[in-house]
Nanobody
């Protein structure tokens, strides 16, 4: 099974920066869209950012202008550069990817990482 593993979370002070990474491993033909979601305790899951296979990006309104999503050239790893972090950004951040298998379907299969904790506090 394809796996997505997030890393880079931790504790940061308000106004600080943090960079998250999500690496895909396993067997697949290609990865199309990749996304970052986040979920705070007692809150609904929220889309943070999306990046397509050609680099088009979309951001949630609460992070637009502060966060930047990107991919490496292999397109197997997605990053989230977070700046000017606020206490409201505290959440578990999840990586999500639309993965095209070698065979078996003409569509895509969605995968999720296990999440990485981001805590913004002084």
């Amino acid at each position: 099974q394809v796996q997505l593993v997030e890393s880079g979370g931790g504790l940061v002070q308000p106004g600080g920066s943090l960079r998250l990474s999500c690496a895909a491993s396993g067997s697949f033909y290609r990865i199309d869209n990749m996304r970052w979601y986040r979920q705070a305790p007692g809150k609904q899951r929220e889309l943070v950012a999306l990046i397509t296979s050609v680099g088009t990006t979309t951001y949630g309104s609460s992070v637009k202008g502060r966060f930047t999503i990107s991919r490496d050239n292999s397109k197997t790893t997605v990053y989230l550069q977070m700046t000017r972090l606020q206490a409201e950004d505290t959440a578990v951040y999840y990586c999500n990817a639309d993965i095209v298998p070698y065979s078996g379907t003409n569509g895509v299969v969605g995968y999720w990482g296990q999440g990485t904790q981001v805590t913004v506090s002084s």
